[in-house]
């Protein structure tokens, strides 16, 4: 992994707010959309993006796709997460991300929530949303 892709990686801040969340716990796609108010599409897509540079890895557990990011890291890249978390933890917005995600898990872990429907749970009450708030705005993914 080069340093140039790394930072690649980080010069979005969706991919930012993903890793931010990733640092915390493996997480699946349907946490990640809850947590950052995104379209499924639009969070995949980032998602595919870090997979294919290897930040982050995937791994299917039932029917979810579980993300997390690689138990061995290059030192770059380990360098740069470091430098997120010290950094996200003076910015709102990813302070917030965090506190989201704390209430969305409690006390659990991903495994627990996925073995408790979690993800259906999560998908049923988006389809019961108005449509004007599941449609996403055009965002620009790169």
């Known amino acids: 992994?080069?340093?140039l892709e790394i930072y690649k990686c980080l010069c979005d801040e969706t991919r930012l707010?993903?890793?931010?969340?990733l640092c915390v716990s493996p997480?699946?796609?349907?946490?990640l959309q809850a947590v950052l108010g995104k379209s499924q599409v639009l969070v995949s897509q980032h998602l595919a993006y870090l997979r294919?540079?290897?930040v982050v890895t995937a791994r299917r557990y039932q029917n979810w796709m579980i993300y997390a990011l690689p138990s061995e890291r290059p030192s770059a890249l380990e360098a740069n997460l470091q430098c997120l978390q010290d950094a996200a933890s003076?910015?709102?917005?990813f302070r917030e991300d965090r506190e989201k995600l704390k209430k969305l898990m409690g006390?659990?872990?991903?495994q627990s929530l996925l073995a408790e429907g979690c993800c259906a749970r999560l998908s049923a009450s988006a389809a019961?949303?108005?449509?004007?708030k599941r449609v996403a705005?055009?965002?620009t993914f790169l």
Do not use: A
């Open 90 to 93: 003076h910015h709102t917005l």
């Open 137 to 139: 705005k055009h965002e």
């Open 1 to 3: 992994m080069e340093l």
């Open 52 to 54: 294919e540079r290897k």
């Open 107 to 110: 006390v659990k872990d991903v």
């Open 17 to 21: 707010r993903i890793l931010n969340l």
């Open 128 to 132: 019961k949303e108005p449509s004007r």
């Open 27 to 31: 997480l699946c796609v349907c946490h």
